[in-house]
């Protein structure tokens, strides 16, 4: 028995086999292009063949994918809290309700394929499921606590399509992932039809069916939307055409051309100086662990260390809850010692801290104990001390959630007047102070799109602090994603257990990030870039189409990309009509030498 007949002869086995170790594989804290297409393939196949035979096996499906995701990020997720058992417990429960949101889109996808077979265009039904994945999963990670966390949106390997982020955010990635899980499933589908072609063959030769070993999958790219033979009883019926294939060479040519673009962008981040640039010199503070018995408090701790990277920075961030208030009389005396630093220094500093988050709470219970993270932005100007204060908007599940309490306020938005470089030349001193742009939001805000802002920002101020290193990395890929979302370099710093740092998002390069350090806690660092700089003029840097639009652009953008292939698969028509092959309804398909090259290559691939 071929492989292939094995495959249709016991989908359930191969199916289910092959998903678990895939899902292991793809469904990591950091998703790949190629690891997630490769399960949206095998989905593909395998929810077809359970929706038109055994739909029970649903069940089966989520709870392997389920037990996938988790064996996947088991190193972080059974760290989370406290308990080892409650941790896998809950990351178990998140991994079925992805897996069941995942199912959504492969599950309309099999309706319109099977119930619209004449009524629908092949291009449609090919472009139907990458369409409905990608803003399946926008309309969900926009509406639950933990965003994109957890997603099987692809963080990394993205370098091909990572220009579309300013474009359409996450919704353009998506697509193209899951078009590209189509293109593998048709291929695949292909391959396996071919073993069922013989069977068929050998059907009406001996004239009745051998064993139901030989009842095949169904296939994407039939008229009918079925896999291979069609099952009537006992006997199986010939395939129709493949009218189909044409409509997935379609959508592999568009996935090709939108790649095109990353190679026309330069690898390299944006130079430090140049006339369209301004160097900006940033640091990220993490003190060495502070032992229980050490005279120093945080605060002290973290004001030395400030001290010790502000002659090489100009902004200086400190990490998620770096310093803790008991009362508002505290936050305000650290306030004037924090800017005495900044003021002598003559740097701003992100002071990250936690507070109660009602200091004038008169009242009992729990509200009146509940905390808050925030984030305040010190000047060294004594007569503007705070440029903004912000609090955190999305706070970890079960780990905050119980002690904490969100802001409902949008990031604010601030620009300083950045000094020049003492290096710089004198003459090139001439066109400083320059405007530097700067918002803020905090860890598990990158979650989620950032809220319209009234201009652009340059910089956005990233304080966090993660429990593992896998999650650390997550959360600095997503936070690079916002920035490139907004145009915007992201200053991402981590002071959780070997927390992940660096300076993200645009300008970056298509790495995404100039400078990364793993494991780096109790390590402060700086680092100096530039930002794109117009010369002295008036006229502000314009937002990105994403940073304007938002979700509206890029549903914009996916009915542009569907349209573009409708409209491929018509000029194909009237290009390769009466062609020698037709698709069922007369029109030639032109794949004569694509069918003349299969001839050549399939036999080597039997034996």
């Known amino acids: ?186 291929l695949a589908g292909l391959w396996l039809q071919g073993s069922a072609d013989e069977d068929v063959e050998e059907v009406h030769h001996n004239g009745h069916a051998h064993s139901e070993e030989e009842g095949l999958i169904d296939h994407p790219h039939n008229g009918g939307g079925g896999y291979g033979a069609i099952q009537n009883g006992n006997q199986q019926q010939p395939a129709p055409g493949r009218p189909r294939s044409k409509s997935t060479l379609i959508f592999a040519i568009i996935l090709g051309l939108l790649s095109v673009p990353s190679y026309l962008i330069s690898p390299l981040p944006l130079p430090v100086y140049s006339e369209s640039t301004t160097p900006v010199s940033v640091a990220c503070v993490l003190p060495p662990h502070r032992s229980p018995d050490s005279p120093k408090t945080p605060l002290e701790l973290m004001i030395l260390e400030t001290r010790a990277v502000a002659p090489r920075a100009k902004i200086v961030l400190w990490p998620e809850s770096a310093v803790s208030f008991r009362t ?24 990250s801290f936690e507070e109660p988050a009602n200091n004038d709470d008169k009242e009992g219970g729990h509200r009146a104990k509940l905390l808050r993270n925030g984030m305040a932005l010190i000047s060294p100007d004594p007569k503007q001390p705070v440029v903004f204060e912000y609090f955190k908007r999305n706070l970890v599940p079960i780990a905050e959630t119980y002690s904490h309490t969100p802001s409902h306020n949008n ?89 992940v740092n660096g300076v993200y998002g645009y300008g970056r390069g298509n790495r995404g990030l100039l400078i990364e350090e793993v494991g780096n806690a109790g390590k402060s660092w700086v680092a100096t870039f530039g930002v794109p700089y117009n010369g002295g003029r008036d006229e502000e840097r314009p937002k990105t189409v994403y940073a304007l639009a938002g979700g509206s652009g890029a549903l914009a953008f996916l009915a542009a990309i569907v349209g573009v292939g409708w409209g491929a698969e018509k000029i194909f028509e009237r290009l390769t009509a009466g062609g020698e092959f037709e698709d069922g309804e007369g029109h030639g398909l032109g794949l004569e030498p694509v069918q003349q090259l299969g001839g050549l290559v399939y036999p080597a691939l039997r034996r």
Not at 70 to 98: E, P
Not at 448 to 462: E, N, T, V, Y
């Open 1 to 186: 028995m071929t492989l292939q007949r094995f495959i249709t002869a016991h989908p359930y086995l191969c199916y289910n086999a092959l998903a678990l170790p895939v899902s292991w594989v793809a469904l990591s804290s950091t998703p790949t292009v190629a690891s997630v297409s490769l399960l949206l393939a095998v989905l593909i196949l395998q929810t077809t063949t359970i929706l038109n035979r055994d739909r029970r096996q649903i069940i089966l499906l989520i709870m392997n994918l389920a037990v996938g995701s988790t064996l996947a990020t088991i190193s972080a997720s059974s760290t989370a809290l406290s308990s080892t058992a409650s941790s896998l417990t809950i990351s178990v429960i998140r991994g079925a309700i992805f897996s069941f949101i995942a199912f959504i889109p492969l599950a309309i996808r099999h309706t319109i394929t099977r119930q619209a077979s004449t009524t629908v265009s092949p291009w449609l039904k090919t472009a139907a499921f990458p369409t409905l994945w990608a803003v399946s999963w926008m309309l969900f990670t926009n509406s639950n606590p933990v965003g994109r966390i957890g997603s099987w949106t692809p963080l990394t390997g993205d370098e091909g399509y990572r220009w579309l982020r300013e474009y359409t955010g996450f919704a353009g990635i998506d697509f193209v992932v899951a078009g590209w899980g189509e293109v593998i499933a048709g």
């Open 328 to 351: 508002s009389t505290e936050r305000k005396e650290a306030v004037k010692v924090v800017q005495e630093t900044a003021r002598n220094n003559k740097v701003w500093i992100g002071m």
């Open 411 to 499: 990031p604010p938005f601030a620009t300083i007047p950045l000094p020049p470089p003492p290096s710089l030349p004198k003459p090139e001193k001439r066109s400083y102070p320059r405007p530097i742009s700067l918002t803020t939001s905090i860890c598990l805000d990158f979650t989620q799109p950032f809220p319209s802002l009234p201009h652009h920002p340059d910089i956005i101020l990233a304080p966090a602090r993660t429990w593992h290193p896998a999650v650390g990395l997550a959360m600095a890929s997503l936070a690079g994603a916002r920035g490139d979302e907004l145009g915007a370099s992201v200053l991402w710093c981590d002071g959780g257990s070997g927390a």
